[in-house]
């Protein structure tokens, strides 16, 4: 028997990343309006003068309760709310920054996803309300409106290009 050769090896691990992107870029424009978080991220979007509903969920998030929160991201303005989601990653060496955000706001894995709102300038926990989960995008909305938040709604051409592709870049309103 023969080793597959280092040139196709390669082609391979080429094409099997051009797949991933294209499905990882593919799952991001079907959720216009969230913002993907990191534990880097967090306290650059969280606290910085926006009302915040964050999402905090598994690496790959999936079922109805993240429809339910796509859904309401991306019929609400982003002016009114803003929607992120922070995945609770486990590094290599199990010692990943966002365990210990999760952990600071009580979310434990078994929680996913549990949605809490964050109010502009604020991230203590005792100032956070937590929502839980719903598989209902008119339930978030609605917990949103209860926190003293008016909110319009948009048929997504609101959602600015900047804020769909992450907190790279500042956030503009």
């Keep these: 028997e023969k080793a597959c050769s280092v040139p196709a090896m390669r082609l391979c691990l080429l094409l099997f990343s051009v797949v991933a992107g294209s ?4 799952c991001q424009q079907e959720e216009r309006g969230v913002i993907y978080l990191d534990a880097d991220s967090f306290y650059k979007v969280v606290g910085k003068g926006h009302d915040v509903m964050v999402s905090f969920d598994s690496m790959f998030p999936s079922g109805p309760e993240h429809d339910a929160f796509v859904e309401a991201a991306s019929i609400t303005s982003p002016s009114d709310v803003l929607w992120a989601l922070l995945p609770i990653t486990t ?3 199990g010692n990943d920054q966002s365990i210990t955000i999760g952990k600071r706001y009580g979310m434990a894995e078994a929680l996913f996803p549990n949605v809490v709102f964050f109010p502009s300038h604020r991230t203590d926990p005792d100032n956070v309300r937590v929502f839980g989960r719903s598989d ?3 339930d978030l909305i609605s917990f949103v409106k209860h926190q003293g938040v008016t909110i319009k709604r948009t048929t997504g051409g609101e959602h600015n290009s900047r804020i769909r592709r992450g907190v790279d870049e500042e956030i503009e309103l």
């Design 91 to 93: 590094g290599k060496d």
């Design 136 to 138: 209902d995008s008119e």
């Design 23 to 26: 499905l990882l870029v593919n």
